[in-house]
């Protein structure tokens, strides 16, 4: 397979690049193959979308039918329309494999669910080894290193629209469609787009279409302790993301091989697609009119956020319906909007924000100064911990709004603070303040244990 995807980066470099995010526990490169035009660019108005296949190793369909998309994108472009505007204004990403350890181990022809190989060399489930807490997982990424360069990967890039590709059934599903207890109220406003984007690829399906047949269980030996990729995605990234099983056969012989692929590429493709409905925009400083990057947009009953990205934009799926919707930015007063997204529409929605109390324009020292004592005035934190954090309900702050509380400071205080340490996995976040005088940094760094354990404790909030 490495060959291969080399041989086509190289055919095709125009519209594709191969890299690795990481390695597997024996050391195998974990590839990604990104395709579209312009590779060296972030370019404005091109939403992030990404399919992971061979999350379990012995489901090797789902990495031979990766490598096929993979291959009929390249070779498509220019010649079939459908493909050349899906390359042309999508940031598409495939890996192929995100467990080639185990890939190595399944046995070809196995329909019995024997699940050789389906872990990764430590024999740990991937996709149910996912989780932003530290304290309540077990685990080293010495133990699972194919999920820390996953979720790192996710974190970094924003995708708006994913797809995990899995064998031993044939059906779509999304994060809580079995009832499970998780299915709480949260879900409200994203349920019917969760139902939307399943049924999207159900309905370009001749199988799924027409039945959801029955396969045999695949007998889970190793539960890890963490929690699925789908529901960790919606709970701490940006990315809705959706389980797909192309096949009952895990392995299948190498002579259906075509005959899956006739079946779901359809399907792969229109699901592609989906990432460029629903509703999209900018988030501009209503001063400069420049873009703000990592603002946050929310939608009024929903706990899954989305940022946008380094020019302003922020893509956002939803159902057809109404809803409301808000974008902030630290440093910046919240500006809400209502809209109604249509079946067959794109809704364009922007937001002008205005600076809040905080200027930044009259040199470093001063800005310096004000951010201190802005922060240490009795409720300025809270106000700017509540205007950046738009849940309103008193609960648990996630590492992952943490760490956006900090990263947005020091996107839009750029000449004054510095986000001295960040480590993705780690709950540990030191921030200093890019200064001579130390008198200063002492308080600032005292507010930010403050933020962080208050945020824990929620004694304060
Ligand atoms: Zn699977």
Redesign the pocket.
Known sequence: MTDRLQRFSQKYAHICSLSSIGQSVEGRELWVMRITTNQTADEPGKPRFKYVGN??GD?AL?RQLSVYLIEYLLTQYGRDVRVTELVDRTDIYIMASMNPDGSERAVEGDCSGSSEG?ENAKHYDL?KSFSDRDESFSKTSEDLPEVTAVMKWILEKKFVLSG?????SVMATYPFDDGSSYATAELTADEAVFRHLAQTYTENHPIMRMDNPDCPD?PDKNLGDGIDMLTWAYHSTDTLAV?I?LSCE?LPPEELLSEYWEKNYGALLHFIQQVHLFVRGMVTDGHSGKGIANATVVVEGSSHYVHTSSTGQYWRPLAPGSYHITASAPGYTPISASVRVLETRVEQVDFKLTRGTLSVEEGEQKDFEKLVEWLLAPGELDQLVRSLLPAQTLRYRTYRERSEFLRGLTLNFPRITRLYRYVVLKMCLYFLANTANHLIKVPLLCLFEYYLSCSVSCSCM
């Open positions: 999350i379990h489901e789902s389906r996709d995990s590709l899995h064998g031993g695949v389980n099983g895990l």
